[in-house]
């Protein structure tokens, strides 16, 4: 699995972007992923996960009603639509993929340690 994220940038207070996340070498089935960030001197802080089926879904409340996680199967790839950015959304923004089995297919977890691959993120400014 080779995770690369992309469609970060500077953006004023109250803008939006919208961020991919795309796997090179696979299909995307068969993994949850999820999106975290990291600021400069913080820990790395869950955002968003989705299920492999796509039917669940996690949001930190720090996101929630601002961000909404989705994916396309189809393209491998998901997606972090990211609404009414604030200064303190600046961050590096990393995606991860959690495999999982069939059984488990519906299921999502905020753990980073529950990841398996990581891509190498992109930045993210909101300027205020």
């Known amino acids: 699995v080779q995770l690369q994220a992309s469609g970060g940038g500077l953006v004023q207070a109250g803008g939006s972007l919208r961020l991919s996340c795309a796997d090179s070498?696979?299909?995307?089935?068969?993994?949850?992923v999820g999106w975290f960030r990291q600021a400069p001197g913080k820990e790395r802080e869950f955002l968003a996960t989705?299920?492999?089926?796509?039917?669940?879904?996690l949001y930190a409340d720090s996101v929630k009603g601002r961000f909404t996680i989705s994916r396309d199967n189809a393209r491998n790839a998901v997606y972090l639509q990211m609404n009414s950015l604030k200064p303190e959304d600046t961050a590096v923004y990393y995606c991860?993929?959690?495999?999982?089995?069939?059984?488990?297919?519906?299921?999502?977890?905020?753990?980073?340690?529950?990841?398996?691959?990581w891509g190498q993120g992109t930045q993210v400014t909101v300027s205020s």
């Open positions: 989705i299920s492999w089926s796509g039917r669940s879904t």
């Open positions: 070498g696979r299909t995307f089935t068969s993994y949850a």
């Open positions: 991860a993929a959690d495999w999982k089995d069939y059984s488990d297919r519906h299921d999502v977890s905020q753990d980073a340690r529950q990841y398996d691959y």
